[in-house]
């Protein structure tokens, strides 16, 4: 893209020269809700999309409160996307408030929920973490790019072929987790994280998960659960004990001292990392996240 501040030093003879169709390819303005979304977004959207993330990396969704700056990126944007699923509860207000005449598009439209179990703490009946089966990221990738190409139609070429080279990556990194869970016995596969949100996962790559806190991480867990699930790890010797990136890390620690647990390290279930960590696309995110429960159910 040329900017502003290039295009207004070339002579004018040159800006008049530039055709009018590279000139009209400004780049669409883009709200995702949260980080991992945002680089699904990004990736399909293409290089020179202007996509702006409201929750940021190491951020938490589910408790977010919107500031005054993301009222106006929701004001100004053409399409704003979201999870959906009850996963941004603010969601709603922020864009009553804001006064859009953007377009909301719920991504996970077409994906079939996943109820949360029994240990659904209060609110959610339904699991919002739908990222974390591949198989449904296929479906969010493809309506992303039909929202794209119906807003940006005179790109939509471009984004049609981004989501088809995005679906190859998904498939080999599908074949990928199923390939290295191949190499743990059924009984080996089990995961104690701290949030409730590995349910999607668990359920395409066959990993038993449990958690003390729910599927919101509003709800505190009980006594009772964290009693109940440190009897669970001593009886069953799991050895794969988990911290979500987003979660307080106090409360797994307790578990991990108590029922003689290790903790494996951290898990990136509701947003990317910073930069400088491992999680910071979403691809990044399932293989660092696989590599780290492989290497945990392995002690089971
Ligand atoms: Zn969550």
């Known amino acids: 893209m040329i900017s502003r501040r290039l295009l207004l030093s070339l002579p004018a003879v040159a800006l008049f020269?530039?055709?009018?169709?590279?000139?009209a390819a400004e780049p669409l303005p883009i709200?995702?809700?949260?980080?991992?979304?945002?680089?699904l977004v990004s990736q399909i959207a293409g290089p020179t999309a202007a996509v702006k993330v409201l929750v940021g990396p190491d951020g938490d969704a589910h408790v977010y409160q919107p500031s005054p700056a993301d009222a106006k990126a929701v004001a100004g944007a053409k399409l704003i996307f979201l999870n959906g699923l009850g996963?941004?509860?603010?969601?709603?207000?922020?864009?009553k408030s804001s006064g859009t005449k953007g377009k909301a598009i719920t991504?996970?439209?077409?994906?079939?929920?996943?109820?949360?179990?029994?240990?659904?703490?209060?609110h959610g009946a339904i699991d919002p973490h739908a990222w974390q089966d591949v198989g449904n990221v296929r479906a969010m990738v493809n309506n992303i790019a039909a929202a794209l190409a119906d807003a940006d139609p005179a790109q939509a070429e471009g984004y049609n072929a981004?989501?088809?080279?995005?679906?190859a990556e998904l498939d080999r990194l599908d074949a990928e987790i199923k390939a290295q869970m191949g190499a743990l016995t059924p009984a080996q596969r089990r995961v104690i994280t701290s949030h409730d949100a590995f349910g999607y996962y668990g359920r395409a790559y066959d990993v038993s998960f449990h958690a003390p806190q729910g599927m919101n991480t509003d709800s505190e867990a009980s006594a009772k659960d964290v009693a109940r699930l440190i009897s669970q790890i001593r009886k069953e010797k799991i050895k794969a004990v988990f911290v979500e990136n987003i979660s307080d890390p106090r409360l797994t620690q307790q578990l991990a001292?108590?029922?003689?647990?290790?903790?494996?390290?951290?898990?990136?279930?509701?947003?990317?990392?910073?930069?400088?960590?491992?999680?910071?696309?979403?691809?990044?995110?399932?293989?660092?996240?696989t590599k780290m429960l492989v290497a945990g159910m392995a002690q089971n």
């Open 87 to 95: 996963f941004e509860g603010w969601m709603n207000r922020l864009l």
């Open 17 to 23: 020269a530039t055709p009018l169709a590279a000139r």
């Open 257 to 289: 001292t108590e029922a003689g647990a290790v903790i494996g390290g951290a898990l990136y279930s509701d947003a990317l990392s910073p930069a400088s960590g491992p999680a910071t696309t979403y691809l990044t995110m399932m293989r660092h996240n």
């Open 162 to 167: 981004r989501a088809a080279a995005y679906r």
């Open 31 to 39: 709200v995702a809700s949260f980080s991992i979304l945002g680089d």
């Open 107 to 122: 991504v996970t439209q077409g994906v079939t929920p996943r109820a949360a179990g029994k240990d659904g703490h209060g």
